[in-house]
């Protein structure tokens, strides 16, 4: 990769009555790039300058799936492991941006990743809103306002049905990703139960051995430490699953929101060049009435120079909405080609995962197996009587108080 991103060092930071967290992102430039004439940066960044970059790279690359950042979060957003939880969320998405074949790119990206404080400030006071937003007016503002009543005026498309699919697809996806994810929250949440489970049940066992004082004290004992011990076992089983199984699937769920996000703004795109087409129809058509009337010839000249500059910006809306269009169809293949991937090595981990917990689970407990079966369970060993000395303790009463066997003895006599 030619970036090496790093997000590292948070700090609280005061800002008059206000508090943030800082970050400091690390730069490691190893190929030329011409966007990034240096080898090396750092820089301080905070949450909100992230999402002004996401805002950004949206604007530059329309249609683009912008990789997704944490949401805000008021509360506990100083805590050590809120703090650490979003750095590693942020720094993944430089990740993502920079391994990105055209985000990387961005104009913005480079500013973001270099430019000192003063100079970024200068570029985040810059307005660089959408194309169509300022060569569209108020008319393009009514359309877009009004889209939802309007949407039977909308340009019809060649590929209307095919972004009609890949809408009903990530939809779907969505929602079997959650309910994956809901699913995947509740064998979380039983793995820790069972963790805290596994450790009552070994304490239990540990003060039932303590109880005894032979052999089979010990072993009850050694069980209750077992059971001790896959209680830890347990608990970072669970930890596991949550990291490298719930984890990623949460984390897709905010990447479908990210592809969902590019094609709204294909919509966006659609809807100004709807606009865009019929503020030429109606310069058309305003010039239609003036043309040929004498009299006129002042609001002739007038209408055909509204015409011209409405063309040119339906010329320009129609370019940026197939370079949208195309961008999204070729983001929607991209994503759908590293879902694979994603999904199969997530999975895989998780299967994995779950053979080396139960193999250890099964190698602890087989362990247990021959202690227990070499507890002495016999009257000298546990100091209990079985049933089985019930005659020799006969004979032992009987010879004590007349010197003689008792009946059954070995001679079938009774003594006189």
């Known amino acids: 990769m030619a970036l090496v991103v790093t997000v590292t060092d948070p700090a609280q930071q005061n800002e008059g009555m206000n508090k943030f967290t800082s970050y400091k992102v690390n730069t490691q430039v190893n190929a030329t790039h011409p966007n990034f004439p240096f080898q090396s940066s750092a820089v301080v960044r905070r949450y909100s300058d992230f999402v002004w970059l996401v805002d950004q790279l949206m604007k530059e690359?329309?249609?683009?799936?912008?990789?997704?950042?944490?949401?805000k979060q008021a509360v506990s957003r100083f805590s050590p492991e809120f703090?650490?939880?979003r750095r590693k969320m942020l720094e993944q998405f430089l990740v993502r941006v920079c391994a990105h074949p055209e985000l990387v790119n961005a104009r913005c990206l480079s500013s973001f990743l270099s430019a000192d404080d003063l100079a970024f400030g200068v570029a985040k006071s810059k307005k660089s809103g959408d194309g169509e937003a300022q060569k569209g007016g108020g008319m393009m503002k009514w359309f877009q306002e009004t889209k939802t009543s309007l949407s039977k005026d909308l340009v019809k498309c060649d590929d209307d049905e095919e972004f009609?699919?890949?809408?009903?697809?990530?939809?779907?996806?969505?929602?079997?990703?959650k309910v994956v994810v809901k699913h995947t929250q509740s064998l979380v949440k039983k793995g820790r139960e069972t963790a805290t489970g596994l450790f009552e049940f070994g304490l239990a066992f540990t003060l039932l051995g303590q109880s005894e004082d032979d052999s089979l004290g010990g072993a009850l004992t050694q069980v209750?430490?077992?059971?001790?011990?896959?209680?830890?076992?347990?608990?970072?089983?669970?930890?596991m699953e949550c990291k490298q199984f719930e984890s990623p699937l949460v984390d897709y769920i905010r990447l479908i929101g990210s592809v969902k996000a590019a094609l709204k703004q294909r919509e966006n795109k659609l809807v100004s060049f709807s606009a865009a087409t019929a503020d030429v129809a109606s310069k058309k058509a305003s010039l239609a009435k003036v043309q040929g009337v004498a009299g006129k010839e002042d609001k002739v000249v007038?209408?055909?120079?509204?015409?011209?500059?409405?063309?040119e910006a339906l010329t320009a809306s129609s370019n940026e909405f197939k370079e949208c269009s195309s961008?999204?169809?070729r983001e929607v293949a991209r994503f759908k080609e590293e879902k694979a991937v994603d999904m199969r090595k997530t999975v895989l981990d998780y299967i994995n995962l779950q053979i080396e917990y139960n193999k250890k689970m099964e190698e602890t407990w087989t362990?247990?197996?021959?202690?227990?079966?070499?507890?002495n369970v016999s009257s000298k060993g546990n100091g209990f009587v079985g049933a089985g000395n019930d005659q020799d303790r006969v004979r032992s009463t009987s010879e004590l108080k007349g010197g003689a066997p008792a009946p059954g003895g070995d001679d079938g006599l009774v003594g006189v």
């Open 164 to 177: 009609a699919q890949i809408n009903q697809y990530m939809d779907s996806l969505e929602s079997q990703m």
């Open 327 to 329: 961008r999204c169809l």
């Open 302 to 311: 007038a209408a055909e120079a509204a015409l011209a500059a409405s063309e």
């Open 61 to 71: 690359y329309a249609g683009a799936v912008v990789p997704p950042i944490p949401e």
């Open 224 to 239: 209750g430490h077992t059971a001790d011990s896959l209680s830890v076992l347990s608990t970072t089983q669970a930890e």
């Open 83 to 85: 703090v650490e939880g």
């Open 367 to 375: 362990s247990l197996v021959p202690q227990l079966e070499g507890v």
